[in-house]
Structures are given as C-alpha cells and as structure tokens.
C-alpha cells in the first residue's frame, strides 16, 4: 500500500515563527499537494508539484512557501505563521501525467497558531 | 476552473437505510470523478471513482453515477451502519490533466443513527 507520512500529527506554534511541515511518500510519486482543510470549506489547495525542484501555486499560496528537493520529501512552509492559518493541513500524492488514478492522503496535521 | 457544488452538508440516516450525496460540476471536460471518505482524525481515504466513459460503477454497498449531460455524478451507499458515519467529498478532474489537479466540493458529513 502506499504510504504518505506527515511528521507531526499536531503542532502549536507562536506568531511569526517560521514553521515547517513535511511530507513523504514511498511509491514514486510523480505528483504532491498540499491542501488545508476548513470547516465549511473542504480542502483548499495551496500548492502543488510535479516533479523535483517544481512547485506550482494553487488557489490559496498566500503566506505560504514550498521546497521539493527529493521525489519523496515535499516540505510546505510558514514564512511567518499568523492566527488565520490556524487548520488541518493535508499532504497528497498520486501518480500518473494527468493525476488521474485517485489521491493518497496523508492523516493530516493539525497546527495551531497561537 | 473547475467548480463543484456537493449538497447537502450534513445528511442524518437510519441504521440500514440508504444515503445519496449529490454533486455537480461546471468544467464539462472533466473526465475523472472520486470520491473520498474522511474519518475522524484521518485523511481522506478513495473509495469509488467513476471515469466519464462509463454511467455507473457499483463495489459492493456503495456505488457512483454520473451523468454527463447534466454534470451531475452521485454516491450511493445502500443498507448504511454506523461505520459509515463520516465526511465524503467529491471531486473532479478537467481532462487536460489540471495540472493542478482535482478540484473537491465541501463535503458532507453522514451519520448513521442507531
């Protein structure tokens, strides 16, 4: 089965630090996302990658950064955590050119800004 | 983009009774439809996917039916137990690939009543 690991099952961070957030999966995944989840909301996708050193904006980049130097590891980053970004966030991965054989989550981490 | 509206919210059924959810989506290009399961304290877990070649796919108590035309696909779950309690969302996928990859409703949180 594939696996996508997210190191930290809940994190609580003060404003204005920075804050890392990673991921791993283990079956060569081209392709990796990371969503957050709100109540009322769904999962909003932040960003994405599809390939080593790629990263693309999703719809919700602001206030956020990502580093993919390894086919694995896709690490998503809080340049400055503030409160409103307070949320489940959810790492996923797939494979295939056109992401279309379904989504592997990871079991979330829940941060807290506080 | 995509946009995909899921209805309702929040769906409460009776043990063995059976449970629709409903989505539409605007992108008529799409062409790759999953649905996700969300349990508590988990990430969202596939359980059904339907491509836009076929109109119905069936695994046991759940099934998936989709109609082009109207951009409508639907999740069936048929004789629900309480395992069943959980937060489903759909999703779409354009057929260019999105390269930003699926688009998801907001979810809708079942639950089974003893």
């Known amino acids: ?114 | 983009g995509e946009n995909v509206e899921q209805h309702p919210s929040t769906l409460s059924v009776q043990e063995g009774d059976s449970a629709v959810i409903k989505c539409t989506y605007s992108d008529s290009a799409s062409n790759y439809f999953p649905w996700y399961k969300q349990e508590l304290g988990k990430g969202p877990q596939l359980i059904i996917d339907i491509r836009s070649n076929v109109g119905e796919k069936k695994d046991q108590r759940i099934a998936v039916t989709l109609n082009k035309t109207a951009k409508h696909f639907s999740l069936h779950i048929t004789e629900t137990q309480p395992e069943d309690s959980a937060v489903y969302f759909c999703a779409a996928l354009p057929s260019g690939g999105g390269a930003d990859g699926l688009t998801f409703g907001k979810g809708t949180h079942l639950i089974i009543q003893p």
């Open chain 1, 1 to 114: 089965d594939v696996k996508v690991t997210q190191s930290s099952r809940y994190l609580v961070k003060r404003t204005g630090e920075k804050v890392f957030l990673e991921c791993v999966q283990d079956m060569d995944h081209e392709n990796m996302f990371w969503y957050r989840q709100d109540p009322g909301l769904g999962l909003r996708l932040i960003y994405f990658s599809y390939d080593v050193k790629m990263k693309e904006k999703g719809d919700i980049p602001e206030g956020y950064s990502v580093s993919r130097e390894k086919k694995e590891r896709f690490s998503l980053i809080l340049e400055s955590a503030s409160t409103n970004q307070t949320s489940m966030y959810l790492c996923a991965s797939t494979t295939g050119a056109q992401a279309n054989y379904g989504y592997t989550f990871g079991s979330g981490t829940r941060l807290t800004v506080v």
